[in-house]
């Protein structure tokens, strides 16, 4: 008896060992098979795009690049990966499907919105909601399979597909929540009274990989090789779909981090609003349209609301008679290193008020090899901070304020020379 149970046992054993190596297997693979799609690719486009015009922008502006190539994407790679393990195991639990035509026209919405340059148009809203449209519509009034040279089986469980527009707007509220206050890009732009004046973008550019089941049948087409498995008597092949979201929101009468605090609960709600539209498809089908309305008339809202409420309050990085507001804070700069953070007001340096970039450049000159601030921070508390100069330091410090922008400079310059 005891041998019988043994090898019962074993017998488990070997198929739970055998069940692992192939998910395991197929896992691997459909990693490996990302590569087929366009978006892969993509990414990595326009991250450098992105990463190049910023660039340029803070060279005009500040005559000095403040951050690397890659920053709108690389602080975020955790929190995606983390995010994107959370989506597939919702879209493997619950079942959703996607076939591969969907999956080449998420690539082609994504595409074509970022060639036109705005950032903010990467939300789920545009980009699922965009999809279902045209899954809704367009084949009402187009014979597709006419056109391309294979059967477009675009068939799609509407309710899945809400229901992943809703998780989508959730990840975007959560990479909202955390985005650092540290990393914002900052920018000069003309006031309406002729007065340069500073702004900050939030702005952040992220993929979120994650797996999906997709029928066979909608995959010969383009892949007959692809890896599938068994599940209630349909076959399924796994594949990671490289979801990129960003935003890009133009902050000038407020701390970065409140405005992302801001956006962050306001995607929330939307994300909560659009999930339960979403549960209720399940059991009238016309739900799952008001959910993709509501997404991106709601995102529109959030976006139009935020852009009006900035430009009809005061410039938050505006200097005071009494004191310089910091727009800008160099990394691993001397201000860095001293804790110094965007918003801070200057007051003093080495005892001479300060309350125009000019006289506080000239203060620091007089400092020797070691300086001291007077600083207000965004609490309102006074603190007294001290350092010394090392060789390649900044000349300011690493402190960027809102002055005239450092190519006008340069052009008055020249011109007067000239």
């Known amino acids: 008896m005891k041998i019988i149970?043994?090898?019962?046992?074993?017998?488990?054993?070997?198929?739970?060992?055998n069940l692992l190596e192939s998910g395991l297997l197929e896992i691997a693979k459909g990693i490996g098979k990302m590569v087929l799609n366009p978006l892969f690719y993509w990414i990595f486009i326009l991250i450098i795009v992105t990463g190049m015009k910023r660039i340029k922008r803070e060279r005009e502006d500040f005559g000095i690049k403040i951050y690397d190539l890659y920053s709108e994407w690389k602080n975020t790679f955790w929190m995606s990966f983390v995010l994107g393990l959370l989506l597939s195991?919702?879209?493997?639990?619950?079942?959703?499907?996607?076939?591969?035509?969907?999956?080449?026209?998420?690539?082609?919405?994504?595409?074509?919105?970022?060639?036109?340059?705005?950032?903010?148009?990467?939300?789920?809203?545009?980009?699922?909601?965009?999809?279902?449209?045209?899954?809704?519509?367009?084949?009402?009034?187009?014979?597709?399979?006419?056109?391309?040279?294979?059967?477009?089986?675009?068939?799609?469980?509407?309710?899945?597909?809400?229901?992943?527009?809703?998780?989508?707007?959730?990840?975007?509220?959560?990479?909202?929540?955390?985005?650092?206050?540290?990393?914002?890009?900052?920018?000069?732009?003309?006031s309406k009274r002729g007065i340069w004046v500073g702004q900050h973008h939030l702005k952040k550019l992220t993929v979120l990989p994650f797996f999906t089941l997709v029928p066979t049948g909608s995959l010969t087409p383009f892949a007959d090789f692809w890896p599938y498995f068994t599940l209630n008597g349909e076959t399924y092949g796994l594949v990671v779909i490289p979801f990129i979201l960003g935003f890009d929101h133009i902050v000038r009468a407020q701390h970065p981090s409140f405005a992302a605090k801001k956006l962050a609960r306001s995607t929330l709600l939307l994300s909560f609003l659009v999930a339960a539209l979403a549960v209720g498809s399940m059991y009238y089908s016309l739900f799952s349209f008001i959910a993709v309305i509501c997404a991106i008339l709601g995102r529109e809202w959030i976006n139009y609301r935020f852009r009006i409420n900035e430009q009809n309050k005061p410039g938050y990085f505006q200097s005071t008679d009494k004191a310089l507001k910091v727009l800008a804070v160099l990394p691993n700069s001397p201000a860095d290193r001293l804790g110094i953070h965007v918003g801070t007001l200057i007051t003093k340096v080495n005892?001479?008020?300060?309350?125009?970039?000019?006289?506080?450049?000239?203060?620091?000159?007089?400092?020797?090899?070691?300086?001291?601030?007077?600083?207000?921070?965004?609490?309102?508390?006074?603190?007294?901070l001290q350092g010394a100069w090392y060789e390649g330091d900044h000349h300011g410090l690493g402190l960027l304020f809102a002055s005239t922008p450092h190519d006008h400079e340069h052009f008055n310059v020249s011109n007067g020379e000239g």
Not at 5 to 17: D, E, F, P, Y
Not at 126 to 155: A, C, H, N, S
């Open 5 to 17: 149970v043994s090898c019962r046992k074993a017998t488990l054993i070997i198929g739970v060992i």
């Open 89 to 190: 195991a919702f879209t493997l639990g619950v079942g959703v499907t996607l076939t591969y035509p969907v999956i080449l026209l998420f690539g082609f919405i994504t595409i074509l919105i970022s060639i036109t340059g705005r950032i903010n148009l990467l939300s789920a809203s545009y980009i699922i909601g965009g999809t279902y449209l045209i899954l809704m519509f367009v084949p009402e009034w187009i014979d597709v399979e006419k056109i391309l040279p294979f059967r477009m089986q675009v068939d799609v469980h509407l309710s899945g597909l809400v229901s992943l527009l809703a998780l989508l707007l959730l990840a975007e509220s959560i990479l909202l929540f955390g985005s650092r206050s540290d990393v914002t890009y900052p920018e000069l732009t003309l």
């Open 351 to 384: 005892g001479k008020k300060v309350n125009q970039p000019g006289s506080f450049y000239h203060a620091l000159q007089t400092s020797g090899a070691f300086f001291k601030l007077e600083i207000i921070n965004r609490e309102g508390e006074i603190e007294l």
